[in-house]
């Protein structure tokens, strides 16, 4: 069975960083985009970032354009997602997901002082 | 950033078939179409169906899905109670090399 499993999330000040990671398991996770996507509290869900397999091609959503940089290790089978100059509106339960395939547990961050 | 519209709530009855929509525009659903998902109240979302309208095993085939243009649409068949949940759909835009859910439907099985 596919494992993802999220950490890192935590309460930080406004203007505060943060560096999440996931961690796969009993899939090949070389062979997948891998995406975070966020849901704050009561709300929908948003796509916030995706790196391809070989960590050549990142995209990001608008709203954390240049603050946030995913990354990946293949040898670690793990995802990164560094979140700089954090605000009240990332608040958020940030999952990761294989292609939209799967998808860990997530992990709650909370921006505020 | 452009969004997918789904209407924000529906009501069915057990063993009756919702359709659920969702309207994007040529650059995403009208481009490549749109996956759908499932999510229940405090767990992580379910990939239902794949952009090109194909299930991921394990996928009942109560749940099918199609697109008219800029317009996908899933429709269960049969409602059972645990088919009650929030629905997500998800398109790649390609005119801005981003992924977008539409606002999601929280479907409710009377």
Redesign the interface.
Known sequence: EVHLVESGGVVVQPGGSLRLSCTASEFSFDDYTMHWVRQAPGKGLEWVSLIGWDAFTTDYADSVKGRFTISRDNSRRSLYLQMNSLRAEDTALYYCSADFQHWGPGTLVIVSS | ?AGLTQPPSMSKGLRQTATLTCTGNVNNVGNQGA?W?Q?HQGH????LSYRNNNR?SGISERFSTSRSGNIASLTITGLQPEDEA?Y?C?ARDSSL????????TKLTVL
């Open positions: 950033q996956a998902l999510q992580p979302p379910k990939l991921p929030d997500y998800l090399s981003v992924w977008v859910f539409g606002g999601g």
